[in-house]
């Protein structure tokens, strides 16, 4: 309760590390389809025909396009990554700030990374997936449903809890509040909640 409240504490190299990592992240998930091969594109293959040209597609198909790319990809991602761990770990009782700065950027980046996999396969690649193609959609798309999880999870289970416990230590204040929201109708009850301010300025919770 008392890191929840006291938003002020977090430096703010701290909030400008998390938008950083955050960059980075999605950087590398970013950088890692121009990895992909096309193996309709090459002139071995173009050139062969029955079964030597699916041996050639195969063995295309298994292989890397642009290797430093790929290295650049995975440096970036894991740089982003651990930093967004690390800075999880260091305010891991700050849920609103958590879900602000590391959750939910990181899941529009991993849903961004999994989105850019996508439309390259099927517009540059032909619809080939590659190996590193199929890599990079586990690696985001697990990405992503691990921080939709965590999202999840600290938004609708640990704010509850916080909210309970500051209803009970402060059980006049929520009495008032129950029963204003039992007068209101459904519209106030909108307009309540539209106008509601945010517990940390330029949250979503």
């Not at 909108?190 to 940390?200: L, M, N, S, W």
Request: glycine content about 8%.
């Amino acid at each position: 309760m008392e890191m929840l409240l006291h938003l002020d504490r977090i430096p703010r190299v701290h909030n400008i590390l998390a938008a950083g990592f955050g960059w980075i992240l999605l950087a590398g998930f970013l950088v890692i389809p121009g990895t992909f091969t096309s193996f309709k594109q090459t002139e071995a293959y173009e050139n062969a025909s029955g079964d030597a040209a699916s041996d050639i597609a195969n063995s295309i198909v298994n292989a890397i396009n642009n290797v430093p790319l790929v290295y650049i990809s995975a440096a970036l991602s894991g740089v982003g990554a651990l930093g967004c761990i690390w800075l999880w770990y260091r305010w891991r009782k700050n849920y609103v700030w958590l879900i602000n700065r590391i959750f939910l950027p990181t899941l529009l980046s991993s849903l961004a990374g999994v989105l850019s996999t996508i439309v390259n396969v099927y517009s540059a690649r032909e619809g080939v997936w590659s190996v590193t193609a199929k890599i990079a959609a586990i690696v985001t798309g697990s990405c992503a449903g691990v921080s939709l999880g965590l999202f999840l999870i600290y938004n609708f289970w640990a704010l509850k809890g916080v909210r309970k416990q500051h209803d009970e230590e402060f059980p006049e204040e929520y009495r008032r509040k129950e029963k204003q929201k039992k007068r209101e109708s459904v519209m106030e009850k909108v307009k309540r909640k539209a106008h509601e301010p945010a517990i940390q300025p330029g949250s979503i919770v």
